[in-house]
């Protein structure tokens, strides 16, 4: 079945523990990107790669560092996790980055940071 | 610079009735327009997409969404909600490398 696979789905930690949130697709998907959703303000965009070993950053990237390392794995890493980073995140991933391409998202990461 | 507007926090409406959900854009160029749904505890689905062509776009889930440049809109309609429909939905631009969504509008049916 094709799809975009987040772990984990729920995680509560403590401000500053280093954490990462994995995110796979098995579609060989070249286009991936990570969001961030908040009560009253939708979706915001974290980073994004285009392809292995391009990545740039999105809306809201600080605090947060990623790695495209294979084309199927995209995680966000939290090197020091504040308060203000306790969301819901995102991944997704298309074909390539058109906007004809349908983006397909990940079912979400609930992170609480404490 | 584009921004999406959803004027709409929370929409009850009753099964069986329309449904219009309003989203509009700023955008200088033609827009490419998403509407995403998220039922409670999901990810997000794409209900349909307008990129150039018949300004009425057909979607799943019998959802529709017509694209008014004159006023710079994309609402998303269904004509009979099931309860199945009680979800968020988000308006989305594509600009560049990103969706850049709207603030999202929470529908609830009641019986």
């Known amino acids: 079945e094709a799809q975009v696979t987040q772990n984990p789905r729920y995680l509560i930690t403590v401000t500053g523990k280093k954490l990462t949130v994995t995110c796979s697709q098995n579609?060989?998907?070249?286009?991936m990107s990570w969001y961030r959703q908040d009560p009253g303000l939708g979706l915001r965009q974290i980073y994004y790669?285009?392809?292995?070993?391009?990545?740039d950053k999105g809306d809201v990237p600080e605090g947060y560092k990623v790695s495209r390392k294979e084309k199927r794995n995209f995680p966000l890493i939290l090197e020091s996790p504040s308060p203000n980073q306790t969301s819901l995140y995102f991944c997704?991933?298309?074909?390539?980055?058109?906007?004809?391409?349908?983006?397909?998202f990940g079912p979400g990461t609930r992170l609480l940071v404490l | 610079a584009q921004s999406v507007t959803q004027p709409d926090i929370h929409i009850t409406v009753s099964e069986g009735a329309s449904l219009e959900l309003r989203c509009n854009y700023s955008?200088?160029?033609?827009?490419?327009l998403f509407w995403y749904v998220q039922s409670p505890g999901q990810g997000l689905q794409l209900l349909l997409k307008?990129?150039?062509?018949?300004?009425l776009v057909q979607g799943i889930k019998g959802f529709e969404a017509e694209f008014k440049r004159s006023q710079s809109s994309f609402n998303l309609r269904k004509p009979s909600v099931h309860w199945s429909d009680a979800a968020e939905y988000f308006c989305?631009?594509?600009?560049?490398?990103?969706?850049?969504f709207g603030a999202g509008t929470t529908v609830t049916v009641r019986a």
């Open positions: 997704a991933s298309s074909l390539e980055m058109s906007w004809s391409e349908t983006q397909y």
């Open positions: 579609m060989n998907h070249e286009y």
């Open positions: 790669s285009m392809n292995v070993e391009v990545t």
């Open positions: 955008y200088g160029a033609t827009p490419y």
């Open positions: 307008y990129f150039s062509g018949d300004t």
């Open positions: 989305a631009v594509g600009e560049g490398y990103k969706l850049s």
